[in-house]
Protein backbone atom coordinates (compact mmCIF):
# COMPACT_ATOMS: atom_id res chain seq x y z
CA UNK A 1 0.00 0.00 0.00
CA UNK A 2 2.88 2.49 1.11
CA UNK A 3 5.16 3.59 -2.22
CA UNK A 4 8.53 2.24 -1.51
CA UNK A 5 10.40 3.88 -3.95
CA UNK A 6 14.11 5.22 -3.58
CA UNK A 7 12.70 8.87 -3.67
CA UNK A 8 10.42 8.44 -0.37
CA UNK A 9 11.57 5.28 1.19
CA UNK A 10 10.88 6.17 4.69
CA UNK A 11 8.08 3.67 6.30
CA UNK A 12 5.25 6.26 7.41
CA UNK A 13 5.17 6.17 11.62
CA UNK A 14 3.03 7.22 14.27
CA UNK A 15 3.63 10.03 16.28
CA UNK A 16 4.11 9.16 20.47
CA UNK A 17 0.71 8.87 21.25
CA UNK A 18 0.41 5.67 18.92
CA UNK A 19 -2.13 7.27 17.13
CA UNK A 20 -2.73 7.64 13.60
CA UNK A 21 -3.33 10.78 11.69
CA UNK A 22 -5.62 11.25 8.95
CA UNK A 23 -6.37 13.98 6.65
CA UNK A 24 -9.99 14.67 4.77
CA UNK A 25 -9.41 17.35 2.15
CA UNK A 26 -12.08 19.15 0.21
CA UNK A 27 -12.80 22.28 -1.56
CA UNK A 28 -13.81 24.91 1.36
CA UNK A 29 -13.83 23.04 4.29
CA UNK A 30 -16.67 23.71 5.35
CA UNK A 31 -19.04 20.42 4.64
CA UNK A 32 -17.44 17.44 3.02
CA UNK A 33 -14.33 16.93 4.63
CA UNK A 34 -15.60 18.27 8.37
CA UNK A 35 -18.30 15.62 8.09
CA UNK A 36 -15.56 13.44 6.84
CA UNK A 37 -13.46 14.13 10.19
CA UNK A 38 -16.26 13.46 12.74
CA UNK A 39 -17.68 10.43 10.76
CA UNK A 40 -14.34 8.85 10.64
CA UNK A 41 -13.39 9.86 13.78
CA UNK A 42 -16.43 7.89 15.36
CA UNK A 43 -16.30 4.71 12.91
CA UNK A 44 -12.68 3.95 13.34
CA UNK A 45 -12.69 4.99 17.06
CA UNK A 46 -15.50 2.49 17.26
CA UNK A 47 -13.25 -0.18 15.29
CA UNK A 48 -10.90 0.10 17.95
CA UNK A 49 -8.16 2.07 15.96
CA UNK A 50 -6.79 5.13 17.80
CA UNK A 51 -7.01 8.12 15.27
CA UNK A 52 -6.70 11.64 15.08
CA UNK A 53 -8.69 12.85 12.20
CA UNK A 54 -7.87 16.80 10.82
CA UNK A 55 -9.41 18.20 7.35
CA UNK A 56 -8.60 21.07 5.67
CA UNK A 57 -9.67 22.70 2.09
CA UNK A 58 -7.79 23.09 -1.24
CA UNK A 59 -9.65 27.04 -1.62
CA UNK A 60 -10.15 27.21 1.68
CA UNK A 61 -10.14 30.30 4.11
CA UNK A 62 -8.91 29.99 7.54
CA UNK A 63 -11.58 30.50 10.40
CA UNK A 64 -14.90 29.79 8.31
CA UNK A 65 -17.43 27.46 10.68
CA UNK A 66 -19.11 24.19 8.57
CA UNK A 67 -22.20 25.33 7.21
CA UNK A 68 -25.45 25.62 8.63
CA UNK A 69 -26.76 22.12 6.59
CA UNK A 70 -23.63 19.69 7.44
CA UNK A 71 -23.54 20.79 11.49
CA UNK A 72 -27.41 20.30 11.28
CA UNK A 73 -27.20 16.93 9.31
CA UNK A 74 -23.87 15.56 11.74
CA UNK A 75 -26.06 16.59 15.14
CA UNK A 76 -28.99 14.82 13.86
CA UNK A 77 -28.32 12.26 11.56
CA UNK A 78 -25.16 11.07 13.75
CA UNK A 79 -25.15 12.60 17.15
CA UNK A 80 -22.41 14.49 16.39
CA UNK A 81 -21.58 18.23 17.19
CA UNK A 82 -19.25 20.00 14.88
CA UNK A 83 -20.12 23.36 15.59
CA UNK A 84 -16.44 24.25 17.03
CA UNK A 85 -15.33 23.14 13.07
CA UNK A 86 -13.31 26.19 11.72
CA UNK A 87 -12.13 25.64 8.31
CA UNK A 88 -8.54 25.24 7.32
CA UNK A 89 -6.14 25.91 4.27
CA UNK A 90 -4.22 22.98 2.92
CA UNK A 91 -0.66 23.36 4.28
CA UNK A 92 2.89 21.39 4.35
CA UNK A 93 1.90 21.39 8.13
CA UNK A 94 -1.11 19.34 7.95
CA UNK A 95 0.14 16.80 4.97
CA UNK A 96 3.30 15.86 7.04
CA UNK A 97 1.66 15.03 10.15
CA UNK A 98 -0.82 12.94 8.63
CA UNK A 99 0.06 9.22 7.83
CA UNK A 100 -3.22 9.09 5.47
CA UNK A 101 -4.77 11.96 3.25
CA UNK A 102 -8.05 11.10 1.95
CA UNK A 103 -9.97 14.04 -0.39
CA UNK A 104 -13.53 14.08 -1.40
CA UNK A 105 -12.81 14.12 -5.23
CA UNK A 106 -9.61 13.05 -8.10
CA UNK A 107 -9.67 17.24 -8.66
CA UNK A 108 -8.82 18.06 -4.84
CA UNK A 109 -5.82 14.77 -5.07
CA UNK A 110 -4.72 16.12 -8.31
CA UNK A 111 -4.13 19.38 -6.30
CA UNK A 112 -2.78 18.14 -3.43
CA UNK A 113 -0.34 15.69 -5.32
CA UNK A 114 0.83 18.44 -7.61
CA UNK A 115 1.61 21.05 -4.79
CA UNK A 116 3.23 18.28 -2.38
CA UNK A 117 4.63 15.69 -4.93
CA UNK A 118 6.78 13.96 -2.24
CA UNK A 119 3.88 12.76 -0.06
CA UNK A 120 1.84 11.53 -3.31
CA UNK A 121 2.31 7.89 -1.81
CA UNK A 122 -0.15 8.77 1.29
CA UNK A 123 -2.52 10.75 -0.65
CA UNK A 124 -5.94 9.55 -1.86
CA UNK A 125 -9.68 9.51 -3.26
CA UNK A 126 -12.06 8.58 -0.26
CA UNK A 127 -13.48 6.52 -2.77
CA UNK A 128 -10.05 5.06 -4.04
CA UNK A 129 -9.09 4.04 -0.70
CA UNK A 130 -12.89 2.43 -0.05
CA UNK A 131 -11.63 0.41 -3.40
CA UNK A 132 -14.93 2.21 -5.18
CA UNK A 133 -13.60 4.91 -6.85
CA UNK A 134 -16.85 6.80 -6.15
CA UNK A 135 -16.36 10.63 -5.60
CA UNK A 136 -18.19 12.38 -3.02
CA UNK A 137 -20.57 14.96 -4.33
CA UNK A 138 -20.16 18.57 -3.32
CA UNK A 139 -23.81 19.39 -1.46
CA UNK A 140 -22.38 23.42 -1.33
CA UNK A 141 -25.98 25.27 -1.85
CA UNK A 142 -28.11 22.71 -2.22
CA UNK A 143 -30.73 21.84 0.26
CA UNK A 144 -30.78 19.61 3.71
CA UNK A 145 -31.19 16.15 1.72
CA UNK A 146 -28.20 16.63 -0.78
CA UNK A 147 -26.14 17.23 3.03
CA UNK A 148 -28.17 13.99 4.09
CA UNK A 149 -27.06 12.28 0.68
CA UNK A 150 -23.75 13.58 1.16
CA UNK A 151 -22.77 12.17 4.80
CA UNK A 152 -24.48 8.65 4.05
CA UNK A 153 -21.97 8.32 0.83
CA UNK A 154 -19.05 9.23 3.13
CA UNK A 155 -20.13 6.90 5.73
CA UNK A 156 -20.16 4.16 3.34
CA UNK A 157 -16.91 4.58 1.88
CA UNK A 158 -15.62 5.59 5.39
CA UNK A 159 -16.98 2.14 6.29
CA UNK A 160 -15.64 0.46 3.15
CA UNK A 161 -12.35 1.76 3.62
CA UNK A 162 -11.80 0.60 7.17
CA UNK A 163 -10.16 -2.38 6.11
CA UNK A 164 -7.15 -0.29 4.35
CA UNK A 165 -7.05 1.86 7.29
CA UNK A 166 -6.36 -1.24 9.31
CA UNK A 167 -3.80 -2.24 7.27
CA UNK A 168 -2.39 0.97 7.03
CA UNK A 169 -2.22 0.80 11.17
CA UNK A 170 -0.62 -2.55 11.33
CA UNK A 171 1.98 -1.72 8.17
CA UNK A 172 3.25 1.17 10.52
CA UNK A 173 3.29 -0.95 13.88
CA UNK A 174 1.28 -1.24 16.42
Known amino acids: MWNKSKKNPKKPTRDNSGAIHILFVCTGNTCRSPMAEALAKKIYTEAGLDVITYSAGTSASSRHMASSQAITVMKDEEGLDIKQHKSLPISKELIVKSNLVLTMTHAHKDTVVKKYPQYANKIYTLGEYAGVGEEVPDPFGGDIDCYILCAKTI ?18 GL
Not at 155 to 172: A, F, G, H, M, P
Open 155 to 172: KELLLLSLSNVIKTWDTI
